[in-house]
């Protein structure tokens, strides 16, 4: 189910009809349609159709103000929508909060926590409000979160004294206290050192690979692209962009790279092949790649006597196509 | 075949990343691993009551409450006043150590206890919503009708330890003064000092529902805003202004409709027979009254609410 947007921003959609409607809420964790938030006449999130398929860690990405926040408040049953419907591991919200909420680990917004409370204080308390959750297996379910985040040693001291990385760390402890089948996390290595985000993108890894689905905001895109399945891209709170890792990213334009001493003539036989936008620098030529054989191009380069040193085939980095999807600048939207 | 399977034109190179797990894996249980279905827990009431109680600020509140009937005893000991002067159980105060709690206990329900609570009650959601932690309790989740339910409950006995704070303390140091003499009713009568011990829980009892009904006022209040300081004093300037309409004569019809008009009824307690003024049932009435007005109050602002902090 992809959505695909022209570089102007403007959703084109192009979404394939479900596979029968049981089927398709079986096999997603998470699903909403035409999910809509109006605060006053300000439209955050403007007819949402979230697809999450289980099993996928899914990469919700978005400039700041473009609606991801309330998107997942509005899944978690915090904020509660203008229209639309939403559906988590197959069950209705709000109706089925309860049973769905406690399968779910979340971390919104940033860790929040008892300042003079500890670590494990903290943990126990929110442990002490699920329902679901066995008194019994307590201690030992919050040892195992802790110690998942690393956070043991420094459990026992209170939350004021934590740094942001550790609070961080905590928030996530917290999302892991029950077994979940779905992790909802806004940001999470936000303020996190490179060790630290890179142990929670292994976290996340082996989570994912355990077959808990997971969906991450982050606007750390090269964090994204290196574990998300799935990605959806928001912009003024539409989804402009919604699939598999490479359906979204096969939305930018594949180009030629030809790395050779006689840029002139190698953009000569390009051209003479049909490639489009030739472009030749000192070192080099650069088109885009369109219907072209890639075998071929190297062929008759060579046979035209081209001196090639490199080939290569360029896809868009994520961040190119983020900035085509969303559009460029700092400016917060809305 | 699932959502995650549809390709596009544009799915080329789909190839290079790691296909949907969740594409061929099927679905994953969605009616639930079995879970024990609870009801009704006392774990999250006995974890606020743990967190009202470790709180610094409220054990240093709760160290005031307990100073004013020492310091009270102790003056009545040095000053020795005369007799039938002073308020009415300051000067009895020489004739039984339970006196001390009493006389306390009216002191401070003017002020210091309402005070007390609307401390915790601005705390209670305001507070929670504040350092954030109340989108993280419902999305644990707990329901928002349940979140009220434990959070007025913990206010209820948190009022309790806040009368008791005061009586107890007031109690013991009275009765080491001034000795444990029959204690003479409001009526004139003479009761023993065992019967009397059960006269003052009564009026803690009293006074703690005073409270109660004070901190419905107090939940309601916390659901309107995100600063707990601001709930609190809301909640003062609601006594406060309670306490000067009670004393003005021209409104006395409106004082039978105000909570804190009953509250020093608790004399009524030390009658014979007990209640002799007739005073405690109205005000009990109407306590429970405000905490059924109040409490939906707050429950109907916070249950379809927006939590965005």
């Known amino acids: ?334 | 075949m699932s959502a995650a399977e549809v390709s596009t034109g544009a799915a080329r190179d789909a190839a290079d990343r790691p296909p949907a797990r969740g594409s061929d894996e099927g679905p994953r249980g969605a009616p639930a691993r079995p879970a024990p279905h609870r009801l009704l827990s006392t774990r999250l009431l006995r974890s606020e009551l743990r967190l009202i109680a470790g709180r610094r600020r409220n054990q240093a509140g709760l160290a005031v409450l307990a100073v004013v009937p020492i310091v009270m005893a102790v003056a009545v000991k040095m000053s020795t006043p005369g007799a039938g002067e002073g308020p009415d159980f300051l000067s009895s105060i020489t004739s039984n150590g339970l006196f001390v709690p009493l006389a306390a206990l009216g002191v401070e329900m003017g002020m210091f206890l309402p005070l007390a609570m609307s401390m915790l009650a601005g705390d209670a959601i305001a507070g929670e919503a504040n350092i954030g932690t109340l989108r993280y309790l419902l999305t644990v989740p707990v329901g928002r009708t349940r979140l009220l339910l434990v959070k007025y409950a913990s206010l209820c006995i948190a009022a309790f330890w806040g009368v008791t704070a005061v009586a107890l303390p007031g109690a013991v140091v009275g009765v080491a003064i001034f000795g444990t003499g029959p204690l003479t009713t409001l009526s004139g009568s003479q009761i023993a000092f065992g019967a009397a011990v059960w006269r003052l829980l009564l009026v803690m009892l009293y006074l703690s529902a005073g409270l109660a009904a004070l901190a419905a006022v107090g939940l309601f209040i916390s659901t309107l805003t995100e600063q707990p300081i601001a709930a609190a004093i809301a909640l003062m300037i609601f006594t406060i202004v309670s306490w000067i309409l009670d004393s003005v004569p021209q409104l006395a019809w409106l004082h039978p409709w105000l909570v804190v008009d009953h509250w020093l009824a608790f004399g009524d307690l030390l009658r014979d027979p007990i209640g002799g003024g007739g005073e405690i049932g109205t005000g009990l009435a109407l306590a429970a009254a405000y905490a059924v007005v109040f409490w939906t109050a707050a429950w109907a602002r916070f249950a379809g609410k927006d939590i965005t902090s």
């Open chain 1, 1 to 334: 189910m992809t959505q695909l947007a022209d570089p102007s921003g403007r959703a084109t959609m192009e979404v394939p009809a479900p596979s029968g409607r049981g089927d398709a809420d079986e096999a997603l964790a998470v699903r909403t349609d035409g999910l809509t938030k109006r605060f006053g006449t300000q439209v955050a999130v403007d007819s949402l159709d979230l697809r999450v398929p289980r099993g996928s860690v899914y990469g919700f990405l978005g400039p700041n103000g473009s609606g991801k926040t309330t998107t997942i408040r509005m899944l978690l049953g915090l904020v509660e929508p203008t229209a639309g419907s939403r559906s988590l591991l197959g069950l209705p919200m709000p109706q089925g909060a309860t049973e769905a909420l406690h399968r779910v680990g979340s971390l919104v917004e940033g860790p929040a926590f008892h300042p003079y409370l500890s670590g494990r204080a903290n943990l126990v308390r929110l442990d002490a409000a699920d329902l679901l959750a066995e008194p019994r297996t307590s201690g030992g379910r919050i040892d195992l979160a802790l110690d998942r985040v690393g956070l043991r040693a420094a459990a026992g001291k209170r939350y004021r004294a934590y740094s942001l990385g550790m609070r961080q760390r905590l928030a996530i402890a917290a999302a892991l206290l029950a077994p979940r089948d779905l992790l909802v996390l806004d940001e999470p290595t936000n303020g996190l050192d490179p060790q630290g985000t890179r142990e929670v993108r292994n976290l996340i890894g082996a989570l994912a690979s355990d077959g808990t689905t997971v969906l991450v905001s982050s606007h750390l895109l090269s964090e994204v692209e290196q574990i998300c399945t799935h990605l959806g891209v928001m912009r003024e709170g539409r989804l402009v962009a919604q699939g598999t890792t490479g359906e979204v990213r096969g939305v930018g334009t594949v180009s030629v790279r030809v790395e050779t001493g006689q840029p002139e003539r190698a953009a000569e036989v390009l051209t003479r092949l049909g490639a489009a936008s030739v472009a030749t620098s000192p070192t080099g030529v650069r088109a885009d790649a369109g219907d072209l054989d890639p075998e071929a191009v190297v062929a008759e380069l060579v046979r035209a006597g081209v001196g090639v040193r490199g080939f290569a085939l360029d896809r868009p980095s994520l961040e190119d196509l983020f900035v085509t999807l969303t559009g460029e600048g700092f400016d917060v939207s809305g």
